[in-house]
């Protein structure tokens, strides 16, 4: 019997830093609603319409999409990120939305989260450096980024059909097997 299985449900958000219709990042998010233990309830939020982090803009007041993207992170227990890497790093989608949940500083709501980091690219590195540099970022914002394990999807263009659908066995295996990681890392920071 998995942890999953005696312990409470959590909620996890979930985004793709990625605003691509056919992103594979996306395609594995759907995959984890999927795999995910019973107990482990994903929501995935669309960046799409965030704007750019903007100081002047905020000081008017957050965006309604940038207000539902702060509810939606302090409603969850933990957040599942999958990251696509562009030119060896994070892409600016995926930095932005972090850089608007991380203000204000002294509310932010990625402060204590846990959180999980996962990425699929057709490159042969499925997103390791971008994945990296995100751990980074969640340094700076003091939230727990699982250590382990990690899970690179490499060839993604080779793991996922025309529909988007996860097809190889050997990823999906491991994916269930990172979710239930994710499952018991998030139920570490949950206050009984």
Not at 36 to 43: E, F
Not at 132 to 148: D, G, H, I, K, V
Request: charged content about 25%; proline content about 6%.
């Amino acid at each position: 019997m998995t942890d999953s299985e005696n312990n409470k449900d959590i909620e996890i958000l979930a985004f793709a830093g990625s605003l691509r219709k056919g992103s594979y990042n996306k395609a594995v998010l759907r995959a984890s609603k999927d795999l995910a233990p019973k107990s482990m309830h994903i929501t995935i939020f669309d960046l799409a319409g965030i704007p750019l982090y903007n100081a002047d803009v905020e000081a008017q007041g957050n965006p309604k999409q940038v207000t539902e993207f702060k509810e939606a992170i302090r409603k969850a227990d933990g957040l599942l990120i999958a990251t696509p890497e562009y030119n060896h790093g994070v892409p600016a989608v995926t930095k932005n939305a972090v850089d608007w949940a991380s203000r204000p500083t002294q509310n932010a709501p990625l402060n204590e989260k846990p959180v999980g980091i996962l990425g699929a690219s057709p490159g042969m590195t499925g997103s390791a450096r971008g994945q990296s540099q995100l751990r980074q970022a969640f340094e700076f914002t003091n939230s727990y980024c699982m250590p382990q394990p990690e899970i690179l999807v490499f060839r993604a263009h080779q793991k996922f059909d025309d529909d988007g659908n996860l097809t190889d066995e050997a990823t999906r295996k491991y994916l269930g097997k990172y979710l239930e990681a994710l499952y018991n890392w998030v139920n570490k920071f949950i206050e009984e």
